[in-house]
């Protein structure tokens, strides 16, 4: 460093500045303003009655944050068609607060005729795109956008053992061009370890069959690490999991489980089920990837597609906003970039 960005650190002459000044405090910056405006996150939950989606979201988040503590519960039938009910909190660890919503879709799958019962699903995905999009466009928009998109969708498989349902297949190959779809077997402890191998295995190989990709996906790593990192889970996927709201007692401690005449399943303990897992890649390690690929491939897909639609926006009870090339704004003079503080190289 040279002389006078050594004194910056440093008391001189009676007087004390600011102290370390380095690009590396941008991280502690980021850090607390990202405090303060908290964290969005939105997960949708699929898949047919008696799975124990609601049960596994609580355990994931460790609350209540299900339908049946929100004032839907058991004194409401749950509907003969796909009905798609959303509920938030806010959840607060460590002084982190995240606004978590619940997206649920009780009756799917339950019909005996469940023909294009993603529908109504795939439908409330693209509202919330263009919600988001209307937002975007508005010439007078907040500083802060609501975030309703739909950052991850939970599908859950029956523990058959046999292979996927023709529903399974349809709904996944459908949705998962609109959402990041992860597969999950749910009360994967009706099934021998071996059957639970097997039937992963077979599924795996039902997706790859069907061309149905699923989060996260192999064209989206980064870097050699992140591939590394992605190829461990999608060898584990569709994670085998168990969701329990009960504590045991276990050699001594208090454990969430399942029991059964043979002992107690332990949720947490990897040697019984993969939620302990699912629940690291969900919120350690993948929570906010998911969030950017939500904004930065699912959406952006969605908003080029409408911008695309005759070269124009238009949208109810809002001021016609065209975007043909007549109107597209033009790339800053020279001038202008001066006037934005941007810098400009004479050499270039």
Not at 32 to 61: E, P
Not at 182 to 210: C, G, Q, Y
Request: aromatic letters at 8%; glycine letters at 8%; proline letters at 4%.
């Amino acid at each position: 460093r040279s002389a006078p960005e050594q004194g910056l650190g440093h008391s001189g002459s009676g007087s004390t500045l600011l102290g370390y000044i380095g690009i590396d405090t941008i991280i502690e910056q980021m850090r607390k303003k990202t405090m303060k405006a908290g964290f969005d996150f939105n997960i949708m939950i699929v898949g047919h009655s008696g799975l124990g989606k609601s049960t596994l979201v609580n355990t994931l988040f460790k609350s209540q944050v299900s339908r049946w503590s929100s004032g839907w519960g058991g004194e409401h039938k749950i509907p003969k068609t796909v009905e798609i009910k959303a509920v938030s909190h806010v959840i607060e660890e460590g002084g982190v607060k995240m606004k978590l919503t619940v997206i649920d879709t009780p009756g799917f799958g339950d019909q005996i005729n469940n023909e294009n019962c993603w529908d109504p699903i795939s439908k409330y995905i693209n509202e919330q795109y263009e919600k988001f999009l209307k937002e975007e466009v508005n010439i007078a928009r907040k500083k802060r956008i609501p975030d309703t998109r739909v950052h991850c969708c939970l599908y859950f498989i029956s523990p058959t053992g046999h292979s996927l349902r023709q529903l399974d297949i349809e709904f996944m190959k459908h949705l998962s061009r609109v959402v990041n779809i992860i597969p999950v077997i749910a009360k994967s402890d009706t099934m021998t370890p071996d059957e639970k191998n097997e039937f992963k295995h077979r599924v795996r190989k039902e997706l790859e069959t069907h061309g149905i990709e699923y989060y996260p996906q192999n064209e989206f790593d980064d870097d050699m690490e992140d591939k590394n990192e992605n190829d461990k889970i999608r060898e584990a996927m569709p994670f085998a999991v168990v969701g329990s709201d009960k504590e045991f007692q276990v050699n001594g401690k208090r454990v969430l489980g399942r029991k059964t005449a043979w002992g107690v399943v332990e949720v947490e303990n990897p040697n019984h089920c993969e939620f302990a897992l699912l629940r690291d890649f969900l919120i350690r390690s993948h929570l906010q990837d998911l969030k950017e690929v939500t904004h930065n491939i699912h959406y952006e897909t969605y908003r080029a597609r409408r911008l695309n639609d005759n070269g124009e926006l238009s949208f109810q009870n809002t001021s016609y906003v065209s975007l043909s090339s007549a109107h597209r704004p033009k790339p800053p003079t020279l001038t202008s970039q001066l006037h934005l503080g941007l810098t400009f190289d004479p050499a270039i």
